[in-house]
């Protein structure tokens, strides 16, 4: 398998603009997981799903995020508009639906907004 | 919240040396996760402890879980420079795992 795929691996873009970030879980994981990692807050769920159902996104900052999942093997996060203390780099992981199960984390997405 | 915190931040130790890096947490948890991360990739799981278990071990990694103390801690033996990355520890509560800010470990040849 090759693992959980996120895309692109670096974006780059102006205040204002609208981001989407790209998320293919591994195939048979039914919970998937957006992270952001900052140097000040370190890892902060933003959102995740099991069995494409959104179940809790209480971690999602603002209205400008939304996050979707519309089949088991893709989900994307948007920021509309971006600003700049949204920079920050994006994990998507993917896991087993069932407890002791690990996260399986993609390799991130590294947002910049100027 | 029950936010794992690793202790220390940072961790310089010479190939061959053992690291050992602590994880504190503030709640009830189902079970204890460390992770370890190399820069500019994703984390990757070493190893899990359910809140019945104390130790367990995994190769070189030996992890320990004293929940009156709230508190864990992963030991890398005979480290090695490949070790260099950061280490966080999750835990798994009531919530969906939980991450601390991570310890990074700097292993030198």
Known sequence: DAGVIQSPRHEVTEMGQEVTLRCKPISGHNSLFWYRQTMMRGLELLIYFNNNVPIDDSGMPEDRFSAKMPNASFSTLKIQPSEPRDSAVYFCASSLARSNSPLHFGNGTRLTVT | SQQGEEDPQALSIQEGENATMNCSYKTSINNL?????????????????????????????????????????????????????????????????????????????
């Open chain 2, 33 to 109: 996760q460390w992770y370890r991360q190399n820069s500019g990739r994703g984390l990757v799981h070493l190893i899990l402890i359910r809140s019945n278990e104390r130790e367990k071990h995994s190769g070189r990694l030996r992890v320990t879980l004293d929940t009156s103390k709230k508190s864990s801690s992963l030991l890398i033996t005979a480290s090695r420079a490949a070790d260099t990355a950061s280490y966080f520890c999750a835990t798994e509560g009531n919530t969906p795992l939980v991450f601390g800010k991570g310890t990074r470990l700097s292993v030198i040849a």
